[in-house]
T-cell receptor, first 111, second 113 residues
Framework: GEDVEQSLFLSVREGDSSVINCTYTDSSSTYLYWYKQEPGAGLQLLTY?????DMKQDQRLTVLLNKKDKHLSLRIADTQTGDSAIYFCAVMDTGRRALTFGSGTRLQVQP | DVKVTQSSRYLVKRTGEKVFLECVQDMDHENMFWYRQDPGLGLRLIYF???????EKGDIPEGYSVSREKKERFSLILESASTNQTSMYLCASRLQGGVSPLHFGNGTRLTVT
């Protein structure tokens, strides 16, 4: 089945850019998502990208997709303390129509 | 706004008990999912359902079963709870097809002692 990998932890200073990386194994994946989880809450959809796109920008968020390397990244510009959370990469398993998630990257923003 | 409601925020149960986790969504979504979340492992899919009365095993179905008698409700059942089922359980729903994202409940933190 699909395997999705992320690093577990990232620390940045307030105002810097954050880049969270993700790799996946199934080249037929059609939709790729980024979710955010704040303490004590469920997951909230941040953004998504179709596999026929290379890049998507949405305000402070930029998603880059390298299909050849099966690499997805999320860039957060001007990172704020309110961006501190766990960020999950998720890939649509087109066979099951279910999402496979990475382990999550905990982003810590230092004031 | 889509609302996915999980009936309990925290549960403490004893080993061997039968445990029911309930999830209700209010947007007429066809697909519903149960995941468990453990530190360092991310979310792992337990069971999902494409529609009423339908169910499919996910990646870690052992020790669990599900029920979907009505479209809005998807129940996760632990037949005989064990300590390794202590976890955060997340329910999600989505519209059938395409890019429709998953909408998540706030989770149920289950402790089995």
């Amino acid at each position: 089945g699909e395997d999705v990998e992320q690093s577990l932890f990232l620390s940045v200073r307030e105002g810097d850019s954050s880049v969270i990386n993700c790799t996946y194994t199934d080249s037929s994946s059609t939709y790729l998502y980024w979710y955010k989880q704040e303490p004590g809450a469920g997951l909230q959809l941040l953004t998504y990208i179709f596999s026929n796109m290379d890049m998507k920008q949405d305000q402070r968020l930029t998603v880059l997709l390298n299909k050849k390397d099966k690499h997805l990244s999320l860039r957060i510009a001007d990172t704020q303390t309110g961006d501190s959370a766990i960020y999950f990469c998720a890939v649509m398993d087109t066979g099951r129509r279910a999402l496979t998630f990475g382990s999550g990257t905990r982003l810590q923003v230092q004031p | 706004d889509v609302k996915v409601t999980q009936s309990s925020r925290y549960l403490v149960k004893r080993t061997g008990e039968k445990v029911f986790l309930e999830c209700v969504q209010d947007m007429d979504h066809e697909n519903m999912f149960w995941y468990r979340q453990d530190p360092g492992l991310g979310l792992r899919l337990i069971y999902f359902s494409y529609d009423v009365k339908m169910k499919e095993k996910g990646d870690i179905p052992e020790g669990y079963s599900v029920s979907r008698e009505k479209k809005e409700r998807f129940s996760l059942i632990l037949e005989s709870a064990s300590t390794n089922q202590t976890s955060m359980y997340l329910c999600a729903s989505r519209l059938q097809g395409g890019v429709s994202p998953l909408h998540f409940g706030n989770g149920t933190r289950l402790t089995v002692t």
